[in-house]
């Protein structure tokens, strides 16, 4: 076996196990097992996540931009100017982190349950581009038919014995 081929067997494996852990439905973030009947819970769930998205993004892009406008400062040193470029390029690593998340969705990658947080200022300025572009890469992919590990989790649940 490849080592291209064993995550993606291992999320696989991990699939399976979460489809006989939940009588064989995969629960996908945010609308859990709603997603099989597409019915008003659903659409509550998924609405709600857009909004919690946004929410989130209009947060860490505020702290961004504002971290950003601090570092230029008036505009007329070069210094400065590419150090607020190199600060803003940490939001391709944040793209990146997103589009793993989405391509292993709907297993989530915490081990355990939340753990607590505690930020402070240094943190939040350095974190604060790459979660725009972790938040953002995740809150466009929620826009498509299916939600984010949705159609994953209907190809790896089984079959719905209902017409």
């Given amino acids: 076996m490849s080592k291209a081929s064993k995550p993606a067997d291992e999320r696989d494996a991990r699939l399976r196990l979460e489809a006989r852990l939940h009588d064989g439905v995969i629960p996908v973030p945010f609308l859990g097992q709603t997603w099989q009947a597409r019915g008003p819970a659903y659409w509550r769930r998924r609405v709600g996540a857009v909004v919690l998205m946004v929410l989130a993004l209009a947060l860490v892009g505020g702290m961004a931009v504002g ?4 570092i230029v400062g008036d ?4 210094v400065r ?3 607020a470029v190199v600060y803003d390029l940490t939001a391709v690593a ?3 982190s997103g589009l793993r998340k989405i ?8 081990a355990g349950g939340p753990g607590t947080f505690f930020p402070n200022g240094l943190l939040a300025l350095v974190l604060a581009p790459y979660g ?4 953002l890469t995740i809150l466009l992919a929620m826009f498509g ?3 984010i590990g949705e159609r994953r989790a209907r190809e790896m649940s089984k079959p719905s014995t209902t017409s």
């Fill in 81 to 83: 100017i590419a150090l």
């Fill in 94 to 96: 944040g793209v990146r």
């Fill in 103 to 110: 391509a292993a969705a709907p297993l989530d990658d915490r």
């Fill in 75 to 78: 505009g007329d040193d070069a």
């Fill in 145 to 147: 038919r299916d939600f």
């Fill in 67 to 70: 971290f950003t406008i601090g």
């Fill in 132 to 135: 725009t572009g972790l938040v």
